[in-house]
């Protein structure tokens, strides 16, 4: 058994990894990043079908189809608890495109969450971006002093990376968002934050000496809290399948009851829009 990230897997060839082996199955678990975290977040994921489906035919050497090249044949299974199913943010059968699966049999399990309840809030006041911020810095501060007196566990998701840099070291556009008390309980998991950072975050947070933890979507695979209340989004996620997941970190215990909350202005889809901007395959990114 192989355990490999894609970007280790469309590194090499698949010879250098298993030698002369066959292939009797590949696995992608978390199968709704394929396409999800495939956009921008880690492209190796959006061209890891291709790859794949490589695998399964002959090769090419010198512009002719090489029928002594290594063919293999081999199953595919796929894994996911957080991709949408049906309508317009179809991750299901994205994902199945993307990965090239050829009439694939679809295990459909319960996916409701009972725990989990919405607190979502919405302000419709024509405000200008810098009076958005302040007011959602407010609205954040106020939670997280409540969340905190109340010694409940909270886990923040921004946007992107800077926002949540920006958060966590107070920058100008966040002063005050917490004070000197507060700050030794909140830790920081974002994908360009250092390792020891975020290792040293997880571990304190999963012990429960810091309450509160500022967050990108980096915070998710491998990582299973039991006692997360407060899911809160600062902005809209980038897409459904990434909301579902993110809110789906609250309240793993089945002894406790969850809460996801937003407080969204109209200045929000600003966020949504530099997210889909950030996502989009550029020209680089094709073969040729």
Known sequence: ILYLSPEVLLSYSIEKLIGSRDISTIIVDEAHIVTTWGQGFRPDYWYLGTYIEKLRRFRYKNGKLDLTSKKYNFPICTF???????????????????????????????VKRSDISFDINVNTEELNAT???????????ERIKTWQKNDEKSLIYF???TTAVQAYRMDEMFTGLFDEENRGKIGIYTGQISKSIKKD??????????KTMFATKAFGMGIDIKDIKHVYHYAEAGNLNDYVQEIGRAARDENMLGIAHMDYYLKDRNYAKILFGMSAIRDFHVES
């Open 80 to 110: 996911t608890a957080t991709a949408v199913f049906g309508g317009k943010d179809d991750g299901v059968n994205e994902m199945a495109e993307s990965l090239y699966l050829r009439d694939p049999i679809k295990f459909i399990g319960k």
């Open 159 to 161: 946007p992107y990376n």
């Open 201 to 210: 975050s997880a571990i304190k947070y999963k012990s429960g000496e810091i």
């Open 131 to 141: 009076e958005t911020i302040v007011r959602k810095t407010q609205d954040l501060k």
